[in-house]
């Protein structure tokens, strides 16, 4: 076999941070989806995400 494939696709995502768990951490939920097309084939993929990471610093 011998050739060349392209397969163009799209995604897009989006997060929010819901909750303080304390010492400087947040919480966040992210949603996330796309598709990748073959030109024979559609392959949409999705997925949900928690994130626990560092919460930058507020001046009050």
Known sequence: ?????TAPGASLSVGY???D???GL???VSVG???LAS???LYP???VALTI???PKRNK
Not at 1 to 5: A, F, I, T, V
Request: proline share 4%; net charge positive; no cysteine.
């Open 45 to 47: 993929w999705g997925q």
């Open 39 to 41: 030109g024979v084939r």
């Open 33 to 35: 989806g796309g598709a």
């Open 21 to 23: 768990l304390g010492d």
């Open 17 to 19: 941070a819901l909750f």
């Open 26 to 28: 947040q919480g966040a």
């Open 53 to 55: 990471a560092p919460a």
């Open 1 to 5: 076999m011998s050739g060349r494939l």
